[in-house]
């Protein structure tokens, strides 16, 4: 008797990469009951939470920029533009 069995192994031209790959597939079976759609209702609930902590967070970071930019400018130069120094306040 051989200590190594060679009849576990594909023939194919992918040979053990290709039987790792059968393997594979085989082991992933999706599944479709309740359970499994409570699951992707909840990841899609936590992307969404997150996409919208993202979100409000680039909108911060552009919004504190702006704030920056203008108030870097002089009087005059506010006044071109049609603001003020109260202006900026108001862009909290």
């Known amino acids: 008797m051989a ?5 576990r192994f594909s023939t194919s031209p992918a040979g053990f990469a290709g039987h790792i790959g059968q393997t594979f597939v ?3 079976a999706f599944d479709a009951t309740t359970t499994g759609a409570r699951r992707v209702s909840v990841i899609d609930r936590v992307g ?9 967070y680039t909108d911060w970071k552009d919004k504190r920029a ?3 930019a203008l108030s870097a400018l002089s009087d005059r130069e ?8 109260a202006d900026l306040d108001a862009l909290r």
């Not at 200590?3 to 009849?7: E, L, P, S």
């Not at 969404?48 to 902590?53: F, I, N, P, S, W």
């Not at 506010?78 to 120094?85: A, F, H, T, V």
């Open 66 to 68: 702006t704030r920056a």
């Open 26 to 28: 085989a082991m992933t």
């Open 48 to 56: 969404h939470a997150v996409a919208t902590l993202a979100a409000a």
């Open 78 to 85: 506010l006044d071109d533009i049609g603001l003020s120094r």
């Open 3 to 7: 200590a190594y069995d060679t009849n």
